[in-house]
Structures are given as C-alpha cells and as structure tokens.
C-alpha cells in the first residue's frame, strides 16, 4: 500500500498535530485549476486533499458541494480528467491524495481497471461514498491488489456491526460522518461526537477523521482535540467561489492558513 498516508499521520502524531483534510470538486472551476488550487492547498498546509469526481447526482452532498459538481461539469470534467489532474500534481507533490466518487462512476469503469488507473496517476485511497460494505467485496479485493487505501465511512447512527465492518475493512482512515443529513457548514460541533468516536476506535486501529458540518479554525481545534484529523468541503467551496476563478486558489490557501492553525491547537 501506499506509505503517503501512513506516513502523514505518523508525522502529525510526532508534532502533536491534527491533520487538515480539504475536500474539493475536481474541475471547479476547471480542470486546469484544480491543478494550480490543490498545489496552493498544500502550501497553505493543508495535509491531504479529497477530489470529488463530480457526478450527475451527489445524494450525500448538500448545495454547496452539489453546485460545484454542476459547474465542474459544465467546466468539462470527467473521471479521466481527474486522474489526469492527480498525474499533473503528483509531479510536483507528495501530498497525500484521495479520490472521493460515487459507486455508479466507479462500478462503470470496473473497480479493477479503476483501481489500476488510480494507483498509476499516484491517487492514495479511494471513498466511494454510496457503496454498501455488503457489497464492497469485490472494491476491497481490487483496491489491495493496487497497493489503493480503502477509506469507508461511519455515522453515529451505524450499528455495531457496521462499525466493526468499518474497522474491518478501513485501511487508509475512517472517515466519521459527524451527524445525519448532508453535507453542509453548522454552528457548531455534536455534542456527543467524542462518544462516537470512542465506539469507532473500539473497532479499529486506523486514524480517525471527522467531516461534515466543519467551518471554522474552532471547530477544527475542537475536533483535533478528540480525532486523527478534520475534514472541510463546504465551507471552502463558498469561499472559492466566492472568489471567482481568477482568485479560487489564493482564497482557499489563505482560507485554509486559518483552519491548520486551528489542527495545530492555535485557533
């Protein structure tokens, strides 16, 4: 398997750190400047990154993220060209990279030949967000003859049976969806999240990370306090595009200046 993300985790746990999981659409605003926007990430400090491969239809994803699939689109993006766009940064990167997709991309393409393609532009692991564990056999085999992490998800709704299939079958980090619903900003962190944690740890060794609903340096300390790392999507989406495409990369580098100090305990 991959070391990048065994071994960014091993780093931050050195430093006394949390790590900082940015999560973008690929090709919004185009293909090209996911290039350019995830680079400017990583200067700002950002420890891994999540390409979304837009999709038609994001049933997990709340406004924010479902309008940029439609931009990125729009803008021409495909699976190919995202796996383009990792091979581009991977030439100039080490940053750790996850490719976050919905089952129908992956399963059209053939979880093999997905794989293989994945692992060969330099992606680390994979989340497909709407893919049973029940079902995922097949991924889990295709992703371990790659070298490809697996990355499932947890909710504080899952039984205890699914967070020991979770534990099971995780091996890059568990992603721990922080409450019900879609994905979106909040005002604020659950109350029971370190409950929820402590009963995924129960069942795996792997790094923990928190998303959905994380938008502020606060809220990003608060949930380094207790998790491996936090997780942000929306919330850097709306300041991208808020931006513009001409000012998308320096509003999410200095956007996510901001939020590691937050995983450095500083905010």
């Not at 689109?73 to 766009?85: D, F, M, Q, R």
């Not at 581009?88 to 940053?95: F, K, N, P, Q, T």
């Not at 409950?195 to 069942?203: G, I, N, P, Q, S």
């Amino acid at each position: 398997m991959s070391t990048r993300i065994a071994d960014r985790f091993a780093k931050l746990r050195q430093a006394g750190e949390g790590g900082l999981i940015t999560y973008i659409a690929a090709g919004d605003p185009s293909p090209d400047a996911t290039v350019d926007i995830v680079l400017a990430l990583e200067d700002a400090g950002v420890d891994f990154v999540e390409l979304g491969m837009p999709f038609s239809d994001p049933v997990a994803d709340g406004p924010t993220i479902q309008a940029a699939c439609q931009r990125a689109i729009a803008a021409g993006a495909t699976p190919t060209s995202v796996l383009g766009a990792v091979e581009r940064i991977r030439a100039r990167s080490e940053l750790p990279i996850v490719i976050m997709a919905y089952a129908n991309l992956v399963h059209r393409m053939g979880y093999e030949r997905f794989a293989r393609a994945a692992t060969q532009a330099g992606v680390d692991g994979v989340i497909i967000t709407d893919l049973p564990l029940e079902a995922a056999g097949t991924w889990i085999d295709a992703c371990a003859s790659e070298a490809l992490a697996t990355i499932f998800l947890a909710a504080p709704t899952s039984r205890e049976e699914t967070l020991r299939r979770v534990g099971a079958s995780t091996t890059g980090f568990v992603y721990c969806v922080s409450r019900a619903g879609t994905t979106g900003a909040r005002a604020s962190i659950p109350e029971d999240l370190p409950e929820f944690l402590a009963r995924v740890r129960a069942h795996t060794d792997r790094p923990v990370c928190v998303g959905f609903g994380i938008s502020t340096p606060e809220q990003v300390a608060e949930v380094c306090r207790v998790a491996d790392g936090a997780i942000i999507g929306s919330a850097l989406i709306d300041r991208m595009a808020e931006a513009g495409p001409a000012g998308a990369a320096r509003a999410a580098a200095e956007f996510c200046r901001a939020l590691k100090a937050g995983a450095q305990g500083d905010a």
